[in-house]
């Protein structure tokens, strides 16, 4: 029981560490676990705590009887280890206090080492006897209440109470005695790793995810509720954030039901935005097109007719790069970003990169996404795009003709590439052997929600 406490609170606390430093704050990523999920992880609990709390040894026990005629009856437990426990009734629910866990109607084998002895007046010698045997017994019942509060950034477990109702008679004293004392010992090694958890994860190479806690859990009938910092830095610059953000009651899944809900602000998205922006992460060669003529010098002739005379029939690149962080918002079922985006025209001349042309483009675009077969994947649809002239070595342009090359462009070349990637999809972790499943997104009102179940992989 004691190393099941230790994998259930572990399970259902690192599920969301995908994982506070200020009370006031707010959770840019939240997680709430249903009573169905709740009901999930008392199962896996039970589960764990059938194998983990056994084998138990207990204490020997030793009886002096006094039986009329016979005299007295010296009787001897030794050895005694229960070493299996079936669980046939078990609840999991929020309490005043905290999260209480109930445990009845078990049986437990025990085996154990037995012997008598005694004399009588009646007769000069002593009568002895020995040996082993496996005995069923029911009625164990154990009832814990765990504490779950912040301190400091991090989770702070602890137990309020623990106890146990085991079978009758002297075993039940020495049940009543061993399992609480392993429980807790279990709670005070659990706290501590829960006390030594890192405040951030990295991500990629260059940025790591804020974890920290913001304030202690919420406790309800119907759910559990934890909110985490949740921005991205750069690794070792850890980020803090003093703005407020609420999470409207509103959001509803597909089905209602789901074991957990997770909300991301866009904060998180614009937080990652900025952290690979600064480290120069945003920026792409296009060196291919399905109208490959759209990278020649000569289907530009008519719009840079200095840059086809100069450059006849060269081959080009598009030399993409992001000139600012991209702005995000999460509108209804739909995710908005406005790119400004710098993009030079390099001429191969050769073995030589010529740029030649930098047009500033800012392009406005809307994003869908959804989760298919455990990945997440999207596509990018074009909104609108303005565009201006930042330096030519090839003279001036006719801006009317190249905006409507630059929208072909575009819509052929670069918002294709952009969805081919993005329907390859990001996979999403299993986590301890447990994975999302039959996941749903709603996106409403600067919050992305994911609603799922959770299954073994």
């Known amino acids: 029981m004691a190393s099941s406490i230790f994998h259930f609170v572990l399970l259902f606390l690192l599920t969301f560490s995908s994982s ?6 707010q959770g840019y990523i939240r997680a ?8 999930f992880l008392k199962d896996l609990l039970i589960e764990k705590a059938e194998s983990s709390l056994v084998p138990l040894e207990l204490p020997n026990i030793e009886k002096h009887v006094k039986i009329p005629i016979v005299g007295t009856v010296q009787m001897v437990l030794s ?35 037995w012997k008598y002895s005694y004399s009588t007046w009646l007769l000069p010698i002593a009568f002895s006897d020995k040996g082993s045997a496996t005995v069923q017994v029911e009625g164990l019942e154990v009832g814990l209440t765990l504490s779950l509060k912040t301190l400091e950034g991090s ?75 949740g921005l991205l830095s750069a690794k070792d610059e850890f980020m803090l954030s003093s703005k407020y953000h609420s999470l409207r009651d509103s959001f509803f899944c597909k089905e209602a039901d789901k074991m957990v809900k997770f909300s991301f602000h866009e904060d998180v998205l614009k ?53 600012s962080p991209p702005i995000i918002e999460v509108d209804k079922q739909q995710i908005r970003v ?75 070349v670069i918002l294709p590439y952009v969805n081919l990637k993005l329907s390859k999809g990001f996979q999403l972790p299993a986590f301890h052997g447990y994975e999302l499943l039959d996941a749903q997104i709603v ?6 929600v994911i609603c799922s179940d959770v299954s073994s992989v």
Not at 86 to 108: E, F, M, P
Not at 166 to 181: L, N, Q, R, Y
Not at 195 to 221: G, H, M, R
Not at 285 to 307: E, M
Request: aromatic share 6%.
């Open 20 to 25: 506070r430093v200020q009370s006031h704050e």
């Open 271 to 323: 937080s990652a935005s900025s952290v690979y922006f600064e480290a120069n992460k945003m920026h792409w060669l296009l060196d291919k097109a399905p109208d490959q003529s759209l990278l020649n010098t000569a289907g530009w002739r008519f719009i840079v007719p200095q840059l086809y005379k100069k450059y006849p029939n060269h081959d080009m690149n598009l030399n993409l790069s992001v000139s």
């Open 338 to 412: 406005k790119v400004p985006l710098d993009v030079v025209i390099d001429v191969l001349d050769v073995d030589e990169v010529i740029p030649v042309l930098c047009i500033s483009v800012v392009i406005s675009t809307s994003m869908s996404a959804e989760i298919s077969r455990n990945a997440v994947t999207g596509s990018v649809k074009l909104n609108d795009f303005t565009m201006s002239l930042n330096w030519s070595k090839v003279g001036d342009l006719h801006m009317r003709l190249f905006q409507i090359l630059m929208s072909t462009t575009l819509k052929t």
């Open 155 to 229: 989770l702070k477990l602890s137990l309020l109470e623990c106890l146990v109702d085991a079978f009758e008679g002297k075993i039940s004293s020495a049940v009543e005695d061993a399992v609480p004392k392993k429980i807790k010992e279990s709670i005070v090694k659990l706290d501590s790793l829960l006390q030594s958890l890192p405040k951030e994860v990295p991500v990629t190479n260059i940025a790591a995810l804020n974890i920290t806690f913001i304030d202690d859990p919420e406790l309800s009938e119907s759910s559990l509720d934890l909110e985490i910092n």
């Open 79 to 113: 050895d005694i280890t229960i070493e299996r426990i079936h669980v046939t009734s078990s609840t999991l629910k929020s309490g005043d206090s905290g999260i209480v866990i109930d445990v009845s109607g078990s049986t437990a084998n025990l085996s154990t080492n």
């Open 32 to 39: 709430e676990i249903s009573n169905k999920g709740l009901e």
């Open 443 to 448: 996106c409403k009102d600067s919050w992305i």
